[in-house]
């Protein structure tokens, strides 16, 4: 069988078929697979049987892996296998995996383990798509602004309404504090095309106060969730989703009433962002090489 690729949305995701990511790929599948990322940001593959080993030998196919997460603990026996797991905490806040370290990974999938009987679905923006979004005057200022992204921040809960298992879940987050500046338009390596590279971990635009810098990154997000540049994606039983870091951000919606939701996420190396003028990110805080190697 060929390979197929179907649209989902218009400005995001689409469904492959025809191929059985459970089985070693062969070049031709890679280059397939990597050109429609390339153009949906984001796959989905139903009925995929896969173990652990087989999550992390598909994405292998694309670079080298991660290891699970800066500072959270990995599956048992899986050291580059992240639990998403609603007993561990929810995602319920617009991200880009990783964006505090230096070179964020380039590529995330998510596999579908334990998929409540409503709700829980993951939603996909599209940051081109937003770029492309934005007025004249907005977009020729993103061109010039850098945002520092951090894992040690304010998360707006107040103290008082955390309990004992939150509190040890955020000092575990933060155990090792990174900060990082990158370029509020990202350009992509392999097709050069811009986004938006913001998201929740992006908490100040470079050389404005906290209070100018929430307000703009607040506008430039709001082109990212748009409801014209999200692919909402409802799990099902034996999915996988793979989709591009470097140019999406996601949200985990938490609307199934505490059900058992359980995915399970891989992530491939990425390399250093590079904003439109050629300039690299750079680190201010926190060493991540033993969390990730840097793509070439």
Partial sequence: MSIEI?????????????????KPLDEEQVTAIREALNVHKALA??????????????????????????????VDGAPNVLP???????????????????NPPQASTL????????GGETLIASSAAAYRDLPAPLRALADTLWAEHTNDYDYAVPDEQIDEEQAAQR?????????????????????GERGLFIGGFAQRIVGLSVGES??????????????????????????????????TQHYAIDNYDGRPRRLHRVTVAGD?????????????????SHYTSVAG
């Fill in 214 to 247: 929430r307000k703009l990154l607040d506008l430039f997000q709001s082109y990212v969730t748009r409801p014209e540049n999200i692919l909402r994606w409802r799990w099902s039983p034996n999915q996988l989703v793979l989709f591009d870091n470097r140019i």
């Fill in 45 to 74: 593959f139903d009925d995929v049987h896969l173990d652990d080993e087989g999550q992390q030998a598909f994405a292998r196919h694309f670079g080298d892996l991660t290891t699970a997460h800066p500072t959270v603990a990995a």
């Fill in 272 to 288: 250093v962002p590079v904003g439109i003028e050629g300039k690299e990110s750079y680190a201010i805080e926190g060493d991540a």
């Fill in 6 to 22: 179907s649209k989902v949305t218009a400005n995001i995701g689409a469904r492959v078929s025809g191929v059985d990511i459970s």
């Fill in 84 to 102: 998403v797991d609603s007993e561990r905490g929810r995602a319920n806040h617009w991200h880009t995996d990783v964006t505090f370290v230096l």
């Fill in 171 to 191: 000092a575990q987050f933060t155990s090792i504090k990174f900060r990082t500046a990158h370029p509020v338009v990202r350009v992509h390596p392999l097709t």
């Fill in 111 to 118: 596999r579908s383990i334990t998929v409540p009987p409503y």
